[in-house]
């Protein structure tokens, strides 16, 4: 098998899709969504690159590099920071009320 950056990248979102579904603590399932955005950036950015391709500046060279999901992923990141900071004061704020993390202590509550 071939390691590239497409095989990883859907390796990290099969770790992160494991870690959300499985765990029962909340900032386990916080950590597998964080991996998941960055397998989907991972692979879209390897989706992105073309050997040998350069920038779609003015230039003498006949292979460019598409630059639309390198700019997509960008916005990905920023949104996924937000997310997760979103997440985690959540996370704190429910610790704070019921003193516990495990989501099946809080079904119980």
């Given at each position: 098998m071939i390691l590239n950056g497409i095989n990883?990248?859907?390796?990290?979102?099969?770790?992160?899709?494991?870690?959300?579904?499985?765990?029962?603590?909340?900032?386990?399932?916080?950590?597998?969504?964080?991996?998941?955005s960055t397998g989907l950036v991972?692979?879209?950015?390897?989706?992105?690159y073309v050997d040998g391709g350069v920038a779609p500046i003015i230039s003498g060279n006949n292979i460019y590099v598409d630059p639309l999901p390198?700019?997509?992923?960008?916005?990905?990141?920023?949104?996924?920071?937000?997310?997760?900071?979103l997440a985690l004061v959540l996370a704190l704020k429910i610790y704070e009320k019921y003193k516990t993390l495990n989501i099946e202590m809080l079904e119980d509550l």
């Amino acid at each position: 098998m071939i390691l590239n950056g497409i095989n990883i990248g859907i390796l990290l979102i099969i770790i992160g899709l494991y870690g959300m579904v499985a765990k029962k603590h909340i900032f386990k399932i916080i950590f597998g969504l964080i991996i998941i955005s960055t397998g989907l950036v991972l692979f879209f950015v390897s989706l992105g690159y073309v050997d040998g391709g350069v920038a779609p500046i003015i230039s003498g060279n006949n292979i460019y590099v598409d630059p639309l999901p390198h700019t997509l992923m960008l916005t990905t990141i920023v949104v996924e920071v937000c997310t997760t900071s979103l997440a985690l004061v959540l996370a704190l704020k429910i610790y704070e009320k019921y003193k516990t993390l495990n989501i099946e202590m809080l079904e119980d509550l």
